[in-house]
């Protein structure tokens, strides 16, 4: 089956002073139809830069991307204007037309492609039942929290019936609770409807909440791209690693010899595994850091363990977690 955005060789550049800086440099990789795609990266990784060049609303410098087959960057402004009527944005900061009622804003699209005023108010009241907002149908954008101008956001995309969604950092101004409503809301959209969303994001618990796959962008490159799950139990580059390790910025440091990640698959971190460790081998280890996630609805976790001075017991107990099937990565004396 041919994706649903195949994107090769993909280069965007700036003018700027004293010479052009690369943005995107040299990226391949494709999105299923139906995925939930994850473009990660910290701030300055090119993730906004990347999107834009997905709908050609920036032109790629060389490169291209293809949508539905289509080549976009070898298309006529009116074939592009047509294709991008397929795909869907919604922005961090909402993007709502201030002086226009909920219901309005959701008619806006509508009204410009062409639908009449009675249909398109029917149709808005339903795409504001979908969002859960039907009774905030006369509020103006002033009167609505952040979550609530999501959601009319998100309506408003889809009343323009969208095969692709694009995510543009659209929870970053929300608090957490409003994220998890607002990643809830996507997620029900792309089972329900089955549109192709892909989020821009700077999060790593927004990417392990919804996303089934991933890209991870650094200075402009793919670092690695693969499933939320390859990424969280063995992320291969430094930059992946700095993103699914982030929460351990806490920690000052963690020194000392036989330091090893133990990843936990399903819901095996729920399983007295490391106190059957201790009782397998009468040696106690100690717990430097310990961390349980939400991905894909399934319980996932690592820890990171520092396991006794002498060398053969600590290379047994690795063999013992690699026998249930535990992952075990050995790190550095110092991962601080």
């Known amino acids: 089956m041919e994706p649903i955005i195949q994107v090769e060789h ?16 040299d990226i391949c990789f494709c999105i299923e139809k139906g995925d939930i795609f994850g473009i990660i990266g910290l701030s300055g990784a090119g993730k906004s830069t990347l999107v834009r060049c997905l709908n050609l609303l920036e032109r790629p410098t060389s490169g291209t991307v293809h949508v539905h087959g289509k080549e976009l ?22 993007n709502l037309l201030m002086q226009r009622t909920a219901l309005d804003n959701i008619c806006f699209p509508m009204e410009i492609a062409g639908i009449k005023k009675k249909e398109a108010r029917k149709k808005a009241i339903e795409y504001l039942k979908i969002v859960g907002l039907e009774d905030k149908a006369l509020s103006y954008p002033a009167q609505l ?18 095969d692709i969604l694009l995510c543009d950092e659209a929870t970053s101004a929300l608090d957490p609770q409003t994220t998890k409503s607002i990643l809830g809301l996507l997620k029900e959209i792309n089972q329900k409807y089955g549109i192709t969303i892909v989020v821009i994001t700077h999060e790593m618990s927004v990417v392990q909440e919804i996303c089934n796959r991933v890209a991870v962008l650094d200075e402009g490159v793919l670092a690695e791209t693969g499933t939320v799950e390859e990424l ?75 396991l006794p001075e002498d060398q053969e017991t600590a290379e047994k107990m690795i063999r013992y977690l690699k026998n249930i099937r535990m992952g075990v990565e050995e790190l550095n004396s110092d991962v601080g």
């Open 145 to 162: 929290s952040g979550g609530q101008k999501q959601r009319v956001a998100i309506a408003r995309v889809l009343a323009s019936d969208p």
């Open 73 to 94: 960057t070898a298309l006529s402004e009116k074939e592009l204007r047509r294709e991008r009527q397929k795909i869907g944005m919604i922005f961090q900061h909402f």
């Open 232 to 306: 969280f139990r063995n992320p291969k580059t430094e930059a992946a690693r700095k993103l699914v390790f982030s929460g351990r910025n806490q920690i000052k440091e963690m020194k000392g010899k036989h330091l090893v990640r133990v990843t936990f698959e399903n819901k095996s971190s729920f399983e007295p595994v490391i106190g059957n460790l201790v009782l397998e081998f009468r040696t106690p280890v100690n717990i430097l850091y310990a961390d349980t996630k939400n991905i894909n609805g399934q319980a996932e976790g690592e820890m990171i363990l520092q």
């Open 10 to 25: 993909l280069c965007k550049s700036f003018s700027a002073r004293g010479g052009s800086v690369e943005a995107a440099k």
